[in-house]
């Protein structure tokens, strides 16, 4: 049974930081790419970062380059997520998630929820000012 589990999330001011952790458990080969989301009260699921597994490819959305970093250590299963200068206006449900096919590898849906099969709980990140 495939599992992912977050992390790390809490409660911070503007300018803080803060680490989301993913562990993953639960699948026979290793996905395609692993990703977090976002999606704050009253808005849609927003893709943030996301890595392609092995190649280590990255992609971010425009509102957090050079704020935020994306990585994973497989030999722990785990996806991380740097925070970094983080602004009201990060506050959300932080999800992982694992895509199973190559979708996610294609550039123009690297962030789109579609591509992606198995997801987490969430962890709750809030920002105040």
């Known amino acids: 049974q495939v599992q992912l589990v977050e992390s790390g999330g809490g409660s911070v001011q503007t300018g803080g930081s803060l680490i989301l952790s993913c562990t993953a458990s639960g699948f026979r080969a290793s996905p395609y790419c692993m990703a977090w989301f976002r999606q704050a009260p009253g808005k849609e699921r927003e893709g943030v970062a996301v890595i392609r597994t092995g190649g280590g490819r990255l992609s971010y959305v425009d509102s957090v380059k050079g704020r935020f970093t994306i990585s994973q250590d497989t030999a722990k299963n785990t996806l991380y997520l740097q925070m970094n200068s983080l602004k009201p206006e990060d506050t959300a449900m932080y999800y992982c998630?694992?895509?199973?096919?190559?979708?996610?590898?294609?550039?123009?849906?690297?962030?789109?929820?579609?591509?992606?099969?198995?997801w987490g709980q969430g962890t709750q990140v809030t920002v105040s000012s």
């Open positions: 998630a694992a895509a199973t096919g190559p979708l996610c590898t294609n550039g123009n849906y690297g962030l789109v929820d579609f591509a992606f099969a198995f």
